[in-house]
DNA sequence: AGCAAAGCCTATCGGAATAATAGGGTATGC
DNA sequence: GCATACCCTATTATTCCGATAGGCTTTGCT
């Protein structure tokens, strides 16, 4: 389960990524549109920053937009920033590795050895799903309209 | 990441498969060879054999033992019950459904629909590995031996 | 210059989950 | 009948999650 915040993050970037480019958007406008409490909004989008998925410009007239095109943003960076390691276990994340206290042998570590494959399918796909998909895929579903449900009004 | 309480379940689970069948192993056997705190590791075999995982026998001679072969025992089951779903977001699990508090139209939620493939890759990894896999996972990478290392004795 | 709008920074907090620990109760076999 | 081993309930320390609070700083506009 990915947290709160992580769902945040997405959903701001998602707006942010559906903005015209390199106009700011205020983090109220965010906030009340995708319904994320504004405070906790300000942090999410200052960690953002610092990870270099966002830009922002101060004073009047500011307000935050992405730093790069949306098909460059990959789920997996967010993620790893406001969602920690995607590694199931800390022994086989690449980017945050960490020895499980008390392990004996890595090497032969049955749970460690059985998801692996787990952890690699993980990063193939939350490495090749970038901000472009996930707009992508909401502008077909809200073409599509609703489903079977029309049929019955 | 799975919570130690689940890795626990697993090395448990892992030294039941290889254990001699409706030969009761003690507790404090697991618990020992395992490196698992004992009292924890009743809780988790209690929660274990209330979900049908494995068996037990109370009084003198008793134990824990596997309720079926460990290749019907798929990770999947283990996680759902001690780690919670699967799902990334709980508005896609099959197994513990629960509806996104705030969400406006589950259809076209761009965050759903993102990991949603995220999701079904993950399910269909560990619905289909099983205990068995793992027995034998740790089987193979012990006779390999250690690896490169050895050529620096 | 000065004010208001906007992001920036640090602290704090309640509640839930995690990882245990404690201590007795109950069934079973020798 | 007693020791052994599982069974059950409660408590606890720590950490994380989700959020709130309040003031500071930068910037644009007049």
Redesign the interface.
Known sequence: ??TMKT?YA??AL?YLANAPPDEPVLIAEIAEKE?IPRKFLELILAELKQHGFVQSRKGRSGGYFLATSPDKIA?AGVLRVLD??I????CLSRTNYRH?D?CRDE?????R???Q??YE??VK??ES?TLA???E??DR??KEG??VLRYFI
């Open positions: 389960m990915i769902k997405l959903k998602a319904d789920l920690g390691p590694a199931p276990v800390p499980c008390g090497a032969t570590c049955g749970v050895l059985v998801l494959d787990l399918a993980s796909i939350l799903t998909d996930l707009v895929r909401v579903a809200t609703p489903p």
